[in-house]
């Protein structure tokens, strides 16, 4: 059974930093393409950072390079290291996987798998 769990959410201050982790199992993290989301109650999710099938990073514009994403292809998970972090980002992240349409990036339903969501608060 595929499936996806994510940790390392947490409480910071303004310019702090987290790494989120995404394991998979049943499900390799270089098979095919993987994504970050996030949501705040109320608001719809929206995509932060991808990996493609061709594993190339892409990026909200928002991200404004202070993000990155990446694979530990050992653990078989999916990272999301957070630098210079602001309220701003406070939400639940939500990794995402086996996406459909290449074209579709941060699209929520071009992913077929998702995780449970790890909480990250930043206070200013």
């Known amino acids: 059974q595929e499936q996806l769990a994510e940790s390392g959410g947490g409480s910071v201050q303004a310019g702090g930093s987290l790494r989120l982790s995404c394991v998979a199992s049943?499900?390799?993290?270089?098979?095919?393409?993987m994504a970050w989301f996030r949501q705040v109650p109320g608001k719809e999710r929206e995509g932060v950072a991808a990996?493609?099938?061709?594993?190339?990073?892409h990026y909200a514009d928002y991200v404004n390079s202070r993000f990155t994403i990446s694979t530990e292809d050992a653990k078989n998970t999916l990272l999301l290291e957070m630098n210079n972090l602001t309220p701003e980002d406070t939400a639940m992240y939500f990794c995402?996987?086996?996406?459909?349409?290449?074209?579709?990036?941060?699209?929520?339903?071009?992913?077929?798998?998702w995780g449970q969501g790890t909480q990250v608060t930043v206070s200013s």
């Open positions: 995402a996987a086996d996406c459909h349409d290449i074209a579709e990036t941060f699209v929520e339903s071009n992913y077929a798998l």
């Open positions: 049943g499900y390799s993290v270089r098979r095919w393409c």
């Open positions: 990996l493609d099938w061709f594993g190339t990073p």
